[in-house]
């Protein structure tokens, strides 16, 4: 492996990093958006199921205004058009409450408004009907002279009274709902019809109405005049108010059912109308808990995310340092073997434990210097030998003039030796200066992999 391939090796793993990083950022924060966008979603959807649904319901319950039940039909409307937006395990429950919904509200709903008018309207009127027997018979008792007038006030005082008490029973009964309080009411009309029997058996007191026949009205209403001979019939008043106050009670019971029965009708669709309300926002609470699941489910994914990302992060750090190392480490084996060449002793060779190609490389050129080194010291060695015993020739040359051609022979050697000696001196200083490179080269690359 080259000292390049490490390099660009390094550098894709420091951009591979970077790419991560700004990818899972970008990942994390669409992610927590997620539960964020669900949150607003499910508050949306219980805010409008409250405005736009059951505020409208409980508005058509009361007033049978056909836009309330409109308004809320298109609400359950626009609600279910919404539902897609969330997950298919938080939309299944709150759909299907939905549909019974808008079945409901499409079908009984419409009857529970039909219903909606006042249901004790047939008791009021029967209640006023009562009333006005009892001022016309005080007034018949008021306008007689008879001394039996006395005996009428006690039980129409009593009869007054206990309608009072009758009307406070109805409100009640109407009001709360319950069939229990018409036990009271059954007990003041039996009262009232008791008392009604003692007016009844009441003497009349002689006070006389006159009655026009029938032909006698349709000439009147014709413009004709009557008849001369036409007689005009007198009656007493208290038999016609008797029989009216007669004709109210019996006829107060049946409405009083009536009542009872629509009133039931009213809370049986008010109780189912609530319970089909309840379910949608069961459904919709039931749906918070599992939003804020999902938030923390979203979240614990982010973190898991980072985590790796940051273990990434740590494992690259350490490949790099490891490898920073492992070249420090292999350079370093040179410091020693290079002080001994320095000092002339080039008997050990450089051995490097790498597989880089370029070290390796490096190493063999190292030691190739190394045995040049090493022959050029035993040139030097001869150079000086030969100038010594040059020396010595020359000073026996004066006592041994036999020995010149001796002396040339070694002359002519010493010229070959030093010619060979600065051409392996030349070849040293252009080794050196690839050395040189080559170490500049290495110094660069030792510098890239730090930084």
Request: charged letters at 20%; glycine letters at 6%; a neutral charge.
């Amino acid at each position: 492996m080259r000292l390049k391939l490490l390099t660009n090796l390094n550098t894709f793993l420091l951009l591979l990093v970077c790419i991560a990083l700004g990818a899972t950022l970008w990942w994390s924060q669409r992610a927590l958006e997620r539960p964020f966008n669900l949150m607003d979603r499910y508050l949306e959807l219980s805010q409008g199921f409250e405005r736009q649904v059951a505020q409208n319901i409980q508005a058509y319950l009361a007033s049978g205004d056909a836009l309330k039940q409109k308004a809320a039909q298109q609400g359950l409307d626009e609600l279910a058009g919404e539902l897609p937006q969330l997950p298919d395990s938080l939309s299944q429950l709150l759909g299907q409450s939905l549909d019974e919904l808008r079945q409901f509200s499409g079908n009984q709903l419409l009857a529970a408004g039909k219903l909606a008018g006042d249901p004790q309207g047939l008791l009021l009127q029967a209640e006023r009907d009562l009333l006005a027997a009892l001022d016309q018979l005080g007034a018949y008792a008021e306008a007689s002279q008879n001394p039996a007038a006395a005996g009428y006030r006690t039980p129409l005082l009593q009869a007054s009274l206990h309608l009072t008490r009758l009307a406070h029973a109805r409100a009640k009964l109407v009001e709360s709902g319950n069939p229990a309080l018409a036990e009271d009411i059954q007990r003041e009309l039996e009262t009232l019809r008791q008392l009604a029997g003692r007016i009844d058996a009441l003497p009349l007191l002689g006070v006389l109405e006159q009655q026009a026949s029938a032909s006698d009205d349709f000439a009147a209403m014709m413009g004709l005049e009557s008849q001369p001979t036409a007689q005009a019939q007198s009656e007493d008043r208290g038999v016609t108010l008797k029989r009216d106050l007669a004709s109210v009670l019996r006829r107060f019971p049946d409405e009083l059912d009536r009542t009872r029965q629509l009133i039931a009708q009213r809370q049986q669709l008010a109780n189912a109308t609530a319970q089909r309300l309840g379910a949608v926002q069961q459904a919709l609470a039931t749906l918070e808990p599992q939003v804020r699941e999902e938030r923390a489910k979203i979240q614990t994914q982010v973190r898991v995310i980072q985590g790796v990302l940051i273990a990434l992060i740590l494992a690259t750090a350490l490949l790099i340092d490891t490898l920073q190392r492992r070249l420090a480490r292999v350079l370093g084996q040179l410091v020693p073997a290079l002080s001994t060449w320095a000092r002339g002793d080039f008997a050990q060779p450089i051995a490097l434990a790498t597989r880089t190609r370029d070290l390796l490389e490096l190493q063999e050129s190292l030691n190739r210097l190394r045995d040049f080194l090493g022959a050029l010291d035993e040139v030097v060695g001869a150079i000086r030998t030969i100038a010594s015993m040059a020396q010595r020739i020359a000073e026996s040359s004066a006592q041994q003039s036999g020995a010149v051609s001796e002396i040339r022979s070694h002359s002519e050697r010493i010229h070959q030796l030093g010619s060979e000696n600065l051409r392996l001196i030349g070849q040293g200083r252009s080794q050196g200066e690839q050395l040189q490179e080559l170490g500049g080269a290495l110094h660069i690359a030792v510098r890239t992999f730090r930084v």
